[in-house]
């Protein structure tokens, strides 16, 4: 007999207790802490969200889990609620790069030791937080590491003082997510008259063309397209989850797929573009942005369907189909973003009628 499934099984974000990329510091009093994080920020680049997630070290610890959860200081705005759980923290630090963590008080799945035989009695009470050590940092006046502490010979061991070696180590963990690339096809082609994705702009289907280009540069390449199409293509496809929705459901579909890797969207109706302007995109792509898009300028706005999507934009996605919202240029234009403006904007062109493919295939032949 079939085990019944209560619950779809879904892939989820690789997201520790707070967010994808955290580190804990404990084994020092809390004010050494904040004062050695604090340190860190400041030699991290300016463009990396970063926070520290603390306690208030008020009446009750644990009534505020972040020094800054929101702060609008010109209108006086401030968001704190009194208990805060575990998955609403991990939505309202959803947009931060990197989480630094007063571990005395809350774990991560990855930890710095701090060596103070002040606090080494609290730090042993704790020995079973520490899973993932990625390094070691010796207090003043500390000179060894405790005998009963295993740590790995690779392990890093700094002095405290040694802020800018720490904030080296750090980044070098902060790392960006794979990059996949999904090529739309999904569809129905009305105004054209005939399938989009089959146009043989460049001596074979479009979506074929796409696919060995991309391919042929390293990435890995997945063919958007509603259910019913599935089988008329050749190689990986990631079928629609979000029916009636069209590029927006073709987005949430691919992060539905792989949460954790950041997708290159590219529509199988731009067929000017070639790998040297995927490899123009990828060159000038922000990892710590939500999405890295070309601007148009016949729209005067960001170009959605050729697009890099960051996993942090997955919820965020989400969040705007919550409240009503299902365009995907929306989201970019409501977003941290890196705005890229083309030498040749033109290759943003979209062919969607018998006429545009007409022109767009007057440019091709002209070139070549």
């Known amino acids: 007999m079939k085990k019944h499934e209560k619950h779809a099984k879904l892939?989820?974000?690789?997201?520790?207790?707070?967010?994808?990329?955290?580190i804990a510091f404990l084994g020092a009093p809390c004010g050494l802490i904040e004062s050695l994080v604090d340190k860190i920020i400041e030699n991290l680049p300016a463009d990396l969200?970063?926070?520290?997630?603390?306690?208030?070290?008020?009446?009750?610890?644990?009534?505020?889990?972040?020094?800054?959860?929101?702060?609008?200081?010109?209108?006086?705005?401030?968001l704190g609620k009194k208990t805060i759980s575990q998955f609403e923290q991990k939505f309202l630090l959803n947009?931060?790069?990197?989480?630094?963590?007063?571990?005395?008080?809350?774990?991560?799945?990855?930890?710095?030791?701090?060596i103070n035989s002040i606090k080494e009695a609290s730090l042993k009470k704790r020995i079973g937080q520490l899973t993932?050590?990625?390094?070691?940092?010796?207090?003043?006046?500390?000179?060894?590491?405790?005998?009963?502490?295993?740590?790995?010979?690779?392990?890093?061991?700094?002095?405290?003082?040694?802020?800018s070696k720490i904030s080296d180590?750090?980044?070098?963990?902060?790392?960006?997510?794979?990059?996949?690339?999904?090529?739309?096809?999904?569809?129905?082609?009305?105004?054209?008259?005939?399938?989009?994705?089959?146009?043989?702009?460049?001596?074979?289907?479009q979506y074929q063309f796409l696919y060995e280009t991309v391919e042929k540069m390293g990435l890995e390449p997945f063919i958007s397209c509603r259910d019913d199409q599935k089988n008329e293509f050749e190689g990986n496809t990631i079928t629609d989850k979000f029916i009636g929705l069209g590029p927006y459901g073709a987005i949430l579909s691919a992060f539905q797929h792989d949460p954790n890797s950041a997708w290159l969207v590219v529509a199988c109706d731009m067929p000017l573009i070639k790998s040297e302007d995927i490899a123009n995109l990828i060159s000038s792509r922000n990892t710590f942005k939500f999405a890295t898009a070309c601007y148009n300028p016949e729209t005067d706005f960001p170009d959605p369907l050729f697009t890099i999507w960051e996993p942090k934009v997955y919820q965020t996605l989400l969040n705007f189909l919550t409240i009503g919202y299902s365009c995907?240029?929306?989201?970019?234009?409501?977003s941290e973003i890196e705005l890229v403006r083309l030498s040749n904007p033109e290759i943003l062109t979209n062919a969607n009628t018998p006429e545009e493919r007409a022109a767009v295939e007057s440019k091709i032949t002209s070139v070549v």
């Open 49 to 78: 969200n970063t926070i520290y997630v603390d306690a208030d070290h008020g009446s009750n610890e644990n009534e505020v889990f972040s020094k800054n959860i929101f702060q609008d200081k010109i209108s006086h705005k401030s």
């Open 132 to 163: 993932d050590i990625k390094a070691v940092i010796l207090d003043e006046g500390e000179t060894e590491i405790y005998d009963w502490l295993e740590v790995s010979p690779e392990i890093s061991v700094f002095k405290v003082a040694e802020i």
């Open 328 to 334: 995907p240029r929306k989201v970019l234009i409501n």
């Open 11 to 22: 892939i989820k974000p690789d997201i520790g207790f707070f967010g994808r990329n955290e």
């Open 169 to 205: 180590l750090i980044l070098e963990k902060v790392k960006p997510a794979l990059l996949k690339v999904l090529i739309l096809t999904g569809g129905k082609s009305t105004r054209m008259g005939t399938d989009k994705a089959n146009i043989e702009y460049h001596g074979k289907p």
């Open 95 to 114: 947009d931060q790069d990197l989480v630094l963590v007063n571990g005395n008080h809350f774990e991560a799945k990855s930890q710095i030791v701090i």
